[in-house]
Structure formats: C-alpha cells, structure tokens
C-alpha cells in the first residue's frame, strides 16, 4: 500500500509560478513511478508530468512542456512540481499518483492523493 498526500495549491495570479509536493509513504513507495495529473471541472483527469525516483527519466504533456518541472527527492521521499508562467487554463485540482511505469496511462497509476486546488486568475 502507497500513502499520497499533496499540498502546496493555492490562487495564483497568470504568469506566476506555485511549486506543488507530494509526500509519498508506505512499505513499497519506492518501487513506483510518480506522476501529475490534473482535473478541470467538467473535463478528463489530464495527464501532466511523470520521474521515477531517481529523477533520471521524466515526461510531460506538451501542454506544460518548458513551463512545469517535475522533480524528486529521495531523502525526503517528496515528489515536486514547480510550475511557472501560469495560465488561467492551467486551473483544476492537481493530483499525485504512483505508478508501475514512467507513463501518460492513467490506467497505469494503482494509488492517488486526494488532490490539490490550483487556481489561475486572468
């Protein structure tokens, strides 16, 4: 079993930046991949960004490629992802998952945090 708890959301202005965390534990956390995905309301949960936890292989969707960095810290068993030059699209409810692969499938995933509320005011 995996526990994820995020934090770091909030209001933002467009243009700023916010660094999100996911704080990941449990007997077997390191054995998976840790991904972003994001929800606006009415939509798809999106993916984001995946690492593996030695930070040497990462992926994004193009929607935030240049803008968002997904990082790791293993001293800290902490997943980061700072995201800069928000836009107001980028609103939704930002989630960490773990996952057996470095993917976008989100059917790939096998535990999730509860979710944390971006917003991007115009």
């Known amino acids: 079993q995996v526990q994820l708890v995020e934090s770091g959301g909030g209001l933002v202005q467009a243009g700023g930046s916010l660094r999100l965390s996911c704080a990941a534990s449990g007997r077997t956390f390191s054995s998976y991949y840790m991904g972003w995905f994001r929800q606006a309301p009415g939509k798809e949960r999106e993916f984001v960004a995946a690492?593996?936890?030695?930070?040497?292989?990462?992926y994004y969707a193009n929607s935030v490629k240049g803008r968002f960095a997904i990082s790791s810290d293993n001293t800290k068993n902490t997943v980061y992802l700072q995201m800069n030059v928000l836009k107001p699209e980028d609103t939704a409810v930002y989630y960490c998952?773990?996952?057996?692969?470095?993917?976008?499938?989100?059917?790939?995933?096998?535990?999730w945090g509860q979710g944390t509320q971006v917003t991007v005011s115009s």
């Open positions: 998952a773990a996952s057996r692969a470095v993917t976008p499938n989100r059917s790939w995933y096998d535990y």
């Open positions: 690492i593996n936890w030695s930070g040497g292989s990462t």
